[in-house]
């Protein structure tokens, strides 16, 4: 049973940073493309990062710059390093495959950008 918990988010001005884990239990990590997604409210899920088995990376234009994602296979997580946060980054972060999986939803945690 595959089980992604996510943690990090927060409360942040604009300009600010915040850093982002999900742990991944029950399943082999290190073969899996990981990906980060959020949802803002009344917008679709949207993948913003990802991050294959082999470190390949890849951004959405919305968030290239200033956001970077990383895995450390050892521990089974994968992070999302959130710089320069903007209101419009305010959303429920989720991780997930690239290829996302439906039953593998964690609740995700939420990140708000607000001075």
């Known amino acids: 049973q595959v089980q992604l918990v996510e943690s990090g988010g927060g409360l942040v001005q604009p300009g600010g940073s915040l850093r982002l884990s999900c742990a991944a239990s029950?399943?082999?990590?290190?073969?899996?493309?990981m990906g980060w997604y959020r949802q803002a409210p009344g917008k679709q899920r949207e993948l913003v990062a990802g991050?294959?088995?082999?470190?390949?990376?890849n951004y959405a234009d919305s968030v290239k710059g200033r956001f970077t994602i990383s895995r450390d296979n050892a521990k089974r997580t994968v992070y999302l390093q959130m710089n320069s946060l903007k209101p419009e980054d305010t959303a429920v972060y989720y991780c997930?495959?690239?290829?996302?999986?439906?039953?593998?939803w964690g609740q995700g945690t939420q990140v708000t950008v607000s001075s």
């Open positions: 997930n495959l690239i290829r996302a999986v439906a039953r593998y």
């Open positions: 029950g399943t082999i990590f290190s073969i899996m493309d």
């Open positions: 991050i294959t088995s082999g470190g390949s990376t």
